[in-house]
């Protein structure tokens, strides 16, 4: 079996990264922000060292925004979307609220809990 992976791409709005030892991360949000962080590439590291995708997603969440107070900076807006190489997934966002446009669904908090109606909503097929 050949390892290979596939280099964050990173642009206004979206990244993502992929590694067949860890799984797949993408980031959306304000790109000229995220792509200072990398958080896809994170994400997949932690992965790789075993962290679930929903913990690595708040992990990596987390540390941005530390240090992000750190520098005396507000956050911004990211979303964070994991899969590793067993199928788990996890999400998070770093928004108050979310409104569904299509249904009209609100979403409050930052809590990541996929059975809530909190939180960053994502379907996984």
Known sequence: HTHTHTPA?????????????????????EGDRIIQFAPAFQVVQLLKQGVAPQAACEQVLSSIAARLTAAGQQMFSVALVAVNVAGDVGGVGSFQTWTDHVTGKSYDGLSSDRGSQSGFPYVVW
Do not use: I, K, Q
């Open 9 to 29: 791409l990173s642009h206004s709005g979206a990244g993502y990264y992929a590694d067949d030892m860890g799984g797949a991360a993408a980031a959306t949000g």
